[in-house]
């Protein structure tokens, strides 16, 4: 006579089997506290992270952020009233100054690398009184978009605002060109300043990294990328390969070290693929942008990868792709929903050319009020 065993009666049967000391409960309890406590506990400030809390930090964080930002400002403009005037006569990369600001300090620890390196301001507000402009005008060659019209426009008043974005940067870009005649130009707009070690990581790139065909004959290449948008799972499919990487190097590691201190004899794969997943699960929603920041020990760990569409506080064109860029951009009419960005990136395949963007960002991006998008409540998120 046979009996049959039910399957509740067999999986009561396995778990009776398992214990505290088993492989299996060990990482049930590793995943748990990890997810679910540890992570959270520090990464729950983090705004880019899956673990922030905005509802607890994201208006506190906002308001600090703009009282940060006011201070900056503030001294910045304390800095340039009390620097001599250079009337334009000296490049300002080579003043000496007691306490230089941003580019300019930037410039001057580039040092002789730096040498040929020029500041130029372009001013697109339609008053040429503008104070920004008047004030840094004593010590930047700047190009006043509107200055000598006949009225407050200078160009067709039913002009949208993306397409007047657009043909403001054009005449900048165009400007650059004119009055340098350079290699390269580097567009940043006003809501976006430098991180400390841009010049460095870009002789590195312009020397050794742009030297490659591929890379030379590029449209131009993006110093900024949006936070919320460099995790894994997003449109960008080249990050799967790296995600990927991320596990196949950390997997093997925590295995190694979870089998010495567990006295696991051997190795175990089913293990290593835990961890493998695990490691790749813990860097996303800890951030991917948190990670990044690791490539800033050295220039030659920044990574060059084909740009997105989004986002141009700070571009990079050499003078032959800024020439076709001119001519590219002529062609079409921003619009809301299709701004220069999109313009730009549009350009790409239709022309056939490519673009790439630098990891991790270059530039911060510090602008929280838009003149495209008014919002009379900005936050950081």
Request: some cysteine; overall charge neutral.
């Amino acid at each position: 006579m046979s009996t049959s065993t039910s399957p509740a009666a067999m999986l009561l049967r396995r778990l009776r089997r398992l214990s505290w000391g088993s492989t299996a409960v060990q990482l049930f309890i590793l995943t748990v506290v990890t997810f679910g406590l540890l992570a959270p506990l520090a990464c729950h400030r983090l705004l880019h992270s899956y673990f922030y809390l905005r509802h607890w930090h994201l208006n506190q964080m906002s308001q600090e952020f703009l009282q940060q930002s006011l201070k900056e400002g503030e001294a910045a403009l304390h800095y340039f009233e009390e620097l001599p005037s250079a009337n334009g006569s000296v490049p300002i990369v080579w003043q000496a100054t007691p306490r230089p600001w941003l580019f300019h300090r930037l410039l001057q620890q580039c040092g002789p690398q730096c040498e040929g390196h020029q500041l130029f301001l372009c001013n697109v507000e339609r008053s040429v009184s503008h104070f920004d402009a008047k004030l840094l005008s004593k010590y930047v060659p700047v190009a006043n978009r509107y200055e000598g019209t006949e009225d407050d426009y200078g160009d067709d008043p039913s002009t949208n605002s993306f397409e007047k974005e657009k043909q403001d940067y054009v005449y900048c870009l165009e400007s650059s060109l004119q009055t340098y005649n350079p290699d390269y130009v580097l567009m940043v707009e006003d809501d976006a300043i430098p991180e400390e070690q841009i010049f460095p990581v870009l002789e590195h790139l312009l020397r050794a990294r742009f030297s490659e065909p591929h890379l030379r004959d590029a449209l131009y290449l993006k110093l900024y990328h949006p936070e919320r948008l460099q995790h894994y799972i997003n449109p960008e499919p080249m990050r799967i390969l790296e995600w990927v990487g991320v596990g196949m190097l950390l997997g093997p590691l925590l295995t190694w070290i979870y089998m010495r201190f567990a006295s696991r004899p051997g190795f175990s794969w089913p293990v290593m693929l835990f961890f493998s997943l695990y490691s790749m699960g813990l860097v996303e929603l800890v951030g991917r942008h948190y990670f990044l920041e690791l490539r800033r020990l050295s220039p030659s760990l920044y990574s060059v990868v084909p740009a997105s569409q989004c986002c141009t506080p700070a571009m990079l064109f050499p003078a032959p792709a800024a020439r076709r860029t001119l001519t590219y951009l002529s062609q079409v009419y921003c619009h809301k929903g299709f701004g220069k960005d999109m313009a730009l990136y549009s350009l790409l395949r239709a022309k056939g050319e490519r673009a790439y963007v630098v990891e991790p960002n270059l530039v911060k991006h510090i602008g929280l009020f838009s003149s495209l998008r008014y919002n009379f409540h900005p936050s950081l998120l």
